[in-house]
Structures are given as structure tokens and as C-alpha cells.
């Protein structure tokens, strides 16, 4: 099984087509056929259901493993038997070596142009591509012989243990994009590259299997085929960067994206992802432009695609973790013998002098010098203390956080951590953007003239958090990036992602302010909720910095919550 989910012909799985090949796909009636077992289930559902192979084509002669094709290619296995055509694993007995075939009738409706699209495609002779060894029609048969790559894996089973690391997903899009400028080039589309159709080799290599063939196989065309495979590519780098699909239906054992939200980037699907990649996925996948951040052109060529990466810079790959050398063991010879000869037997060994400090004066003295020191340190502790009380008692309200009255209620109760699921800007009041700075994430409120509060000009400004489920919120702790006088921020239960507003119909949860980098806040009250809306009123002023001018703004760098037990 192993074998063939590396090397099976991805001929039959028609699940997270996209809207570009969508009409094409529907024209043809597909369904889903990974396996022989799943094939047989079809063929009989599609017989209760009044399915029958394409107009025109008559009923293909009964293949079985053991025949044999011009005497050479010994079918093995059946991997797809679909719409009037069948895939098979085979073996070459002239070479020995193993090869996959597509078999279907003469006569079949798109027999011709599946010889015309796999002679076409042996002639392109690229190695990133799953080689076309033999297009023949023979014994009114035609069938398309192909290289099987036992030692390759799907990139469906590489996603299937999670997203891609950013070095791999580089690597992926980099020469998946590449391989379909040429096959471009050079007249040839894919118009099924999915998941299944990319293997990645144990040399680290991706190749591209179906080019031209799946598609007429399928009946599949498009009148922008170039636009079509570079949103494919666009929703491959999707998948490897977020183990998502980027639409709203499931496809190829990927979960696709929330209803109603739309495309969203990949670095607002999940935490970490490479800011670059994020922009180049979204400038394949979205047709009328990219992210609104940059203005990028989107790309609608391979080409396009080719030179974009060519223009971000290198992601390189991880460092290698290495191990802690070994704890250093002394050596277990006696002191004072390294380097001297043995005695010979019967010969007197002289006595050492006694150590110094041996008489009663030497450990009295001893015992003195012992007082002083632990004197010295007592002492000197008690200054350092009695310093850092009273430079803490000067400080006073400088640095703290006023959190609600009810913390106090709250206070021996300890809470348990909650894990964000998801965070997005509210879309009521002041605006909130998601940007990465030194690596890591931030959350961003605009620069305000006048403050700290942000009234009259806006009520506040929102972040919503999807905590996943429901859960009683106890305490939050949020690290902002700037101090000073002063930021204040409140605590609601929001409905939705979006919550509709205003924020005086919400559930309070708590608020607080500090003048330092962080805020603590107690819940008022047990309230169940999934949605929390982080609300802030009051802003800090800020200096100038590289591209920000001087003025009233604050940036969430993380937010931690905690739960009650029990």
C-alpha cells in the first residue's frame, strides 16, 4: 500500500477542484477514486445511479492483473478504473523495472487527444517531470505507459503530519513554479496539479506527474490555462504553509477555511508562517492583486511566479541541532603520584610535613576568619535588601497595573492557561493591523494626534480571540510594546469573530491600566464565552520612530488567559 500511494496515478481524485477548473470538472462527472477498493464502491454506485461511460465510447475490453501489453507491460495492480479508462501499476519485462500504465478503449471519446497530449508531453523531456515512456494504440486499445517512482512521496501524505517547514515550502514552490514556467514555454499545461500530482523524492526533489495527460483523461480544459496552473501553485504553497485548503470546501485530506471569512492570508491562518511566502501565496492565489499591505502586482503566469520568488529573499534552511558534548570526567589518579616512579620494595617512603593550621592557634584562627566572612555577607545582604525596598517603596504607582474591583474576590483562585485558537481585528472603532517585526508578531493600533484617550475620535480599538471552545476567563496578562503614561484596556465576551457592536451591549469581563509594558486583569464575574474582544481606550505617547512619526499608539505583543479549575 505504501508503494502504490507514492506511485498511483492521480487520475481519479477530483475532490478541492477550484473555481478556475470547476465548470470543466462538473462537464465530466467525476468521482473520487484513490484506491482499487474505492474504485469497485464507485463503478457500483455509479451503476444504481444510471452512470455510464462518456457518449460514444464502447465498454473497454476486461483487464485483469496478469495481461499483457504488446507482449511487454505485465499489468500488476489496478489503481483507478474510472469514467471508460483504467490505471494500473505494471511491470516492464524487457527493462525489469516497474511502470504505470492508462489503459482505455479506441474508440473512447478523448482517446485521441489523450495520445496527442502524451506524445506531446514525452517530447518536453524536463526531469522534473514524471517521464511519458510510450503512447500506443494497438488491438483497439490505446494506452500510455509512464515512469513509477517507488522511492517518491505524495505531498497529500507529507501534509497529512502537518504544514511544511518555511525552508521545505520555499523548496516546493520554487521548483513546482519553475517546472510549469517551462512545460509553459513549451505549449503544455497541467490543469490538475493538485496535492497528488507532486511527489517529492528522497533526494529532496519535487516532481510534477500527469502533465497534460490527467487533464485530457478527464476531459478538463480552460480557456486561461496559465492562470488556472498558477493558482494551483499558488494553493499548493497554501496547503504546505498552513495545512489548509484554501477554499471553503474539503479537499484532498485537507480541512478547508471557515465559512463566510474568505481567503485569508496563510500567516493569519496560523501562528509562525514566513511573512514572505504568506504575500507570494496570496499574490498566485487572488486574481485582482495581493496583500493590501504592499501592493504587490498579482501574478498570473508561471513566469510571473518564476520572477517573484526570484525577487523575495532566500529562505534558508534551519539550523541543525546539535548534541551537548559529554559532561568532562577527571581523571582518577591520586594527587601528587602523576609523573613519579614507583619505589622499589623495602625503601622507607618520607613523611610528608603535617599541612599548615594543624595546632590549636591555626584552628582557632580558622574558626575566626569563618565569623568574619559569614558576619560580612549577613551584613551586606541586609544592605542590599533594605536598597532594593526602598528604591521599590520610591517607585511607587510608576510602573503598576490597576486591574478591576473584583480581582481582589479572585485573587487566591489559580487559574489554568487557555490556548488561542485565532485572533483577528474587530472591525468596530480604531483600526488594529497584524504586521512582524524582528520576528515575531504584533498587533498594531493607528497613531492618534491627541490622548491618551482615543475619544472623541474613536470609541477604542479591538482584537478578537478565538479561544476554541468555551471557557470561564479568570485572569489575562497582556505584554504591550510601549510604557508610558498611560494604556488602558477592557476585557468583553464577544458573540463572533465580528462582533457587530458597540461594546457596551457586551458582557464585561474586567479591564485595567498601567503606565508600564504590561497589564494584568481579574474577571469581575464567571462568564462562559469563546469569543473575548481585548477593547483598548487609553494610548501612550510615543516618539518617532523608523517609518512612524511621533504620536499616541500602542502594539499588543502577546496575550496570555487563564482559566478557572474545577
Same mark, same amino acid.
Given at each position: 500500500?505504501?508503494?502504490? +500511494? ?9 475532490s478541492?477542484?477550484q ?6 470538472? /462538473? ?6 477514486a ?13 451503476? &444504481?445511479?444510471?452512470r +455510464? ?11 485483469? %492483473? ?8 505485465r499489468?500488476?495492480e489496478?489503481?483507478?478504473r #474510472? ?9 516492464d519485462?524487457?527493462?525489469r ?6 489503459v482505455?478503449?479506441?474508440? =473512447?471519446?478523448r482517446?485521441r487527444?489523450? #495520445?496527442?497530449? !502524451? ?12 517521464q511519458?515512456?510510450? !503512447? ?9 505507459? =509512464? ?9 497529500? @501524505?507529507?501534509?497529512?503530519s ?22 509553459h ?14 511527489? $517529492? ?19 478538463? %480544459? ?29 479537499? =484532498? ?9 474568505g ?11 514566513h511573512r514572505? #511566502? ?26 510571473? #511566479?518564476?520572477?517573484?520568488?526570484g525577487?523575495?529573499?532566500?529562505v $534558508? ?5 546539535f548534541?551537548?558534548p559529554?559532561?568532562?570526567? *577527571?581523571? %582518577?589518579? /591520586? ?6 616512579t614507583?619505589?622499589?620494595p623495602?625503601? @622507607? ?10 595546632? $590549636? @592557634? ?11 566572612l559569614?558576619?560580612?555577607l549577613?551584613l ?29 474576590k ?15 481585528? +474587530?472591525g468596530?472603532?480604531? !483600526?488594529? &493591523?497584524k ?8 498587533? *498594531?493600533?493607528s ?13 477604542? !480599538?479591538?482584537?478578537v ?5 468555551t &471557557? ?29 457592536g458597540?461594546?457596551?451591549s ?22 462562559k464565552t ?16 523608523q ?12 496575550? $496570555?488567559?487563564?482559566?478557572f479549575?474545577?
Amino acid at each position: 500500500m505504501a508503494e502504490r +500511494s507514492t506511485a498511483a496515478v492521480d487520475v481519479a481524485d477530483t475532490s478541492g477542484d477550484q473555481p478556475l477548473t470547476a465548470k470543466a470538472e /462538473q462537464a465530466t462527472a467525476d468521482g473520487v477514486a484513490q484506491t482499487r477498493e474505492r474504485d469497485t464502491a464507485d463503478d457500483s454506485a455509479a451503476k &444504481k445511479k444510471g452512470r +455510464s461511460t462518456p457518449p460514444g465510447a464502447t465498454t473497454p475490453p476486461e483487464l485483469h %492483473s496478469g495481461h499483457k501489453l504488446a507482449r511487454r507491460y505485465r499489468l500488476e495492480e489496478c489503481v483507478t478504473r #474510472l469514467d471508460g479508462f483504467s490505471s494500473w501499476r505494471a511491470v516492464d519485462e524487457k527493462l525489469r523495472r516497474a511502470v504505470g500504465v492508462h489503459v482505455l478503449p479506441a474508440d =473512447h471519446p478523448r482517446a485521441r487527444s489523450v #495520445l496527442a497530449a !502524451a506524445r506531446s508531453a514525452a517530447l518536453l523531456g524536463d526531469p522534473r517531470f514524471v517521464q511519458v515512456l510510450d !503512447a500506443v494504440e494497438e488491438n483497439d486499445l490505446v494506452y500510455v505507459v =509512464h515512469e513509477w517512482l517507488p522511492d517518491a512521496t505524495e505531498l497529500t @501524505t507529507l501534509l497529512a503530519s502537518g504544514p511544511l517547514e518555511a525552508h521545505d515550502a520555499y523548496q516546493l514552490v520554487h521548483q513546482v513554479a519553475q517546472a510549469m514556467a517551462a512545460a509553459h514555454r513549451e505549449g503544455l499545461s497541467h490543469l490538475r496539479l493538485t496535492p497528488g500530482a507532486v511527489l $517529492r523524492t528522497s533526494s529532496g526533489q519535487y516532481r510534477i506527474r500527469g502533465l497534460a495527460v490527467n487533464a485530457a483523461l478527464r476531459g478538463i %480544459s480552460s480557456e486561461t490555462p496559465q492562470r488556472t496552473d498558477t493558482e494551483a501553485v499558488g494553493a499548493l504553497l497554501y496547503a504546505a504553509l498552513t495545512q489548509r485548503w484554501p477554499y471553503e470546501n474539503d479537499a =484532498h485530506g485537507l480541512s478547508g477555511l471557515p465559512k463566510d471569512v474568505g481567503l485569508i492570508p496563510p500567516d493569519q491562518v496560523r501562528a509562525g508562517v514566513h511573512r514572505g #511566502l504568506s504575500e507570494l501565496c496570496m499574490r498566485a492565489l487572488v486574481n485582482d492583486g495581493a496583500t493590501a499591505s504592499r501592493q504587490e502586482p498579482a501574478c498570473a503566469t508561471p513566469d510571473d #511566479l518564476v520572477k517573484a520568488i526570484g525577487e523575495m529573499p532566500r529562505v $534558508r534552511p534551519p539550523e541543525p541541532a546539535f548534541a551537548a558534548p559529554p559532561e568532562y570526567q *577527571r581523571p %582518577s589518579f /591520586q594527587q601528587g603520584s602523576y609523573g613519579r616512579t614507583a619505589q622499589p620494595p623495602g625503601v @622507607t617512603q618520607p613523611v610528608p610535613p603535617p599541612p599548615p593550621l594543624q595546632s $590549636r @592557634t591555626g584552628k582557632a584562627l580558622k574558626w575566626a576568619v569563618s565569623a568574619l566572612l559569614i558576619a560580612a555577607l549577613g551584613l551586606g545582604s541586609w544592605q542590599l535588601a533594605d536598597a532594593l525596598m526602598d528604591r521599590d517603596g520610591k517607585s511607587g504607582d510608576s510602573g503598576t497595573t490597576r486591574t478591576s474591583e473584583g480581582g481582589d474576590k479572585n485573587k487566591s483562585r489559580p487559574g489554568k492557561p487557555i490556548q488561542v485558537a485565532n485572533a483577528l481585528a +474587530s472591525g468596530i472603532g480604531g !483600526a488594529f &493591523k497584524k504586521s512582524y517585526e524582528n520576528g515575531s508578531s504584533l498587533w *498594531r493600533t493607528s497613531t492618534y494626534q491627541d490622548g491618551p484617550r482615543l475619544a472623541p475620535y474613536q470609541p477604542g !480599538a479591538g482584537i478578537v480571540y478565538d479561544l476554541g471552545s468555551t &471557557k470561564e476567563i479568570s485572569d489575562a496578562e497582556i505584554e504591550l510594546l510601549y510604557s508610558g503614561d498611560r494604556t488602558s484596556i477592557e476585557l468583553y465576551a464577544s458573540d463572533s469573530m465580528a462582533p457587530k457592536g458597540p461594546v457596551d451591549s457586551m458582557k464585561k469581563l474586567g479591564k485595567g491600566s498601567t503606565t508600564g509594558s504590561t497589564v494584568k486583569l481579574r474577571a469581575d464575574a464567571k462568564v462562559k464565552t469563546r469569543y473575548v474582544l481585548l477593547w483598548v481606550t487609553e494610548v501612550p505617547r510615543v516618539a518617532a520612530e523608523q517609518y512612524r512619526e511621533p504620536g499616541f499608539r500602542q502594539a499588543i505583543k502577546n496575550v $496570555r488567559f487563564k482559566g478557572f479549575k474545577g
